[in-house]
């Protein structure tokens, strides 16, 4: 059958009655906007908020598709970020600021962890407890970790002999096999990441924390390209929504996350005990890490200007990066603010998370 114009305007009309009495219409389905996503390490317990989040359809009821990937340390994420392979990532802010310093085109528009977890760690048994000690030992790094890349700012701060310390390398995933089995003698890396394996195995940790020597830092953030930010602002904020919707639900209901979580992460399926407490504790801490007073009073995922400044000092004093851009320029609280607690809410998750801040030595 020929369609002229007067038939296309003969069915418009008919559509357009049918409406009119009532009748059912075909919706109209628009496709969720793709997102990829990349962690900063593996998918621990630590990053719960992102599996929760798309688990829970706060990302989907925002019109996003989120893919979630790992990551094999912040160092290894600013590129895949920066060319664009990933629309965001969580990373390590003093480590952004080192690949800022290189010319990557990065911006933090979230907040995560505004507590540094990052430091040396060793088993009880080691009695490692001073950076000192750490003379005459092995320790094992990840090259792309936040660990490894403040490691000279460590050095300069503590005052200990670099060349006396001897390091080697490994991926992500033999660090922490390594230290229980007793190849090296300690571990950089970050609390949340080798806290919870260690624990779950029943053994006690060392922690010998960079910001107890003057290293201070915000820790993890959401970052993405400026040129996201300035072309497709909606799609920051429906990502940053989603993803502090997920943050506040692990937040409030931890046992529920843990098992979203392993429902979310095949790595961790298959009713192992010690699976589910790697996942349990790697929350508490992420939790705990969290919990400072300008998140409280302007909503999860808010990055103090001055801490964010300090950061910058940091990575400029102690890590020699002179070309750091200014300091507004490399994050932004305009999409921060939807999700908070209640004050009540707030003391309660307090006083459950306290016991799994890192200590100092």
């Given at each position: 059958?020929?369609?002229?114009?007067?038939?296309?305007?003969?069915?418009?009309?008919?559509?357009?009655?049918?409406?009119?009495?009532?009748?059912?219409?075909?919706?109209?389905?628009?496709?969720?906007?793709?997102?990829?996503?990349?962690?900063?390490?593996?998918?621990?317990?630590?990053?719960?908020?992102?599996?929760?989040?798309?688990?829970?359809?706060?990302?989907?009821?925002?019109?996003?598709?989120?893919?979630?990937?790992?990551?094999?340390?912040?160092?290894?994420?600013?590129?895949?970020?920066?060319?664009?392979?990933?629309?965001?990532?969580?990373?390590?802010?003093?480590?952004?600021?080192?690949?800022?310093?290189?010319?990557?085109?990065?911006?933090?528009?979230?907040?995560?962890?505004?507590?540094?977890?990052?430091?040396?760690?060793?088993?009880?048994?080691?009695?490692?407890?001073?950076?000192?000690?750490?003379?005459?030992?092995?320790?094992?790094?990840?090259?792309?970790?936040?660990?490894?890349?403040?490691?000279?700012?460590?050095?300069?701060?503590?005052?200990?002999?670099?060349?006396?310390?001897?390091?080697?390398?490994?991926?992500?995933?033999?660090?922490?096999?390594?230290?229980?089995?007793?190849?090296?003698?300690?571990?950089?890396?970050?609390?949340?990441?080798?806290?919870?394996s260690l624990w779950a195995q029943?053994?006690?940790?060392?922690?010998?924390?960079?910001?107890?020597?003057?290293?201070?830092?915000?820790?993890?953030?959401?970052?993405?390209?400026?040129?996201?930010?300035?072309?497709?602002?909606?799609?920051?904020?429906?990502?940053?929504?989603?993803?502090?919707?997920?943050?506040?639900?692990?937040?409030?209901?931890?046992?529920?996350?843990?098992?979203?979580?392993?429902?979310?992460?095949?790595?961790?399926?298959?009713?192992?005990?010690?699976?589910?407490?790697?996942?349990?504790?790697?929350?508490?801490?992420?939790?705990?890490?969290?919990?400072?007073?300008?998140?409280?009073?302007?909503?999860?995922?808010?990055?103090?200007?001055?801490?964010?400044?300090?950061?910058?000092?940091?990575?400029?004093?102690?890590?020699?990066?002179?070309?750091?851009?200014?300091?507004?320029?490399?994050?932004?609280?305009?999409?921060?603010?939807?999700?908070?607690?209640?004050?009540?809410?707030?003391?309660?998750v307090e006083a459950r998370s306290?016991?799994?801040?890192?200590?100092?030595?």
């Open positions: 059958m020929t369609l002229d114009r007067r038939t296309i305007l003969k069915a418009a009309g008919t559509l357009g009655a049918g409406s009119a009495l009532g009748l059912a219409m075909p919706a109209i389905v628009r496709a969720a906007t793709p997102v990829k996503m990349t962690l900063p390490w593996l998918p621990l317990g630590t990053f719960s908020y992102a599996f929760v989040a798309k688990k829970m359809g706060f990302f989907e009821k925002r019109g996003l598709d989120v893919t979630i990937d790992r990551g094999f340390g912040s160092g290894k994420v600013c590129v895949p970020v920066d060319q664009g392979q990933y629309d965001f990532g969580i990373i390590d802010f003093s480590v952004m600021l080192n690949c800022a310093g290189r010319g990557l085109d990065l911006t933090a528009i979230a907040g995560v962890w505004p507590r540094s977890p990052i430091g040396i760690f060793s088993l009880k048994e080691t009695g490692l407890t001073e950076p000192k000690q750490l003379e005459g030992q092995t320790i094992a790094f990840d090259v792309g970790s936040g660990d490894f890349q403040l490691w000279p700012a460590f050095v300069k701060a503590t005052g200990i002999d670099d060349s006396k310390v001897n390091k080697v390398t490994m991926d992500a995933a033999a660090l922490i096999k390594a230290l229980i089995e007793k190849q090296v003698k300690a571990e950089g890396n970050f609390f949340g990441s080798i806290a919870p029943g053994l006690e940790i060392n922690s010998i924390l960079y910001e107890s020597y003057g290293v201070k830092s915000f820790s993890n953030v959401v970052a993405c390209k400026q040129s996201t930010i300035d072309k497709k602002p909606e799609l920051c904020q429906a990502f940053v929504d989603g993803l502090m919707d997920g943050l506040r639900y692990v937040y409030l209901n931890p046992e529920k996350s843990v098992e979203m979580h392993i429902e979310s992460v095949k790595e961790f399926q298959g009713g192992s005990i010690t699976n589910q407490k790697v996942i349990e504790y790697g929350q508490a801490v992420s939790t705990a890490l969290g919990l400072v007073e300008s998140v409280k009073k302007n909503g999860l995922g808010y990055m103090d200007p001055s801490l964010m400044a300090e950061t910058v000092n940091t990575v400029k004093t102690y890590m020699g990066v002179a070309n750091v851009p200014p300091t507004d320029k490399l994050y932004t609280n305009k999409f921060i603010g939807a999700a908070k607690l209640t004050d009540q809410e707030w003391a309660e306290a016991k799994y801040l890192p200590h100092k030595a």
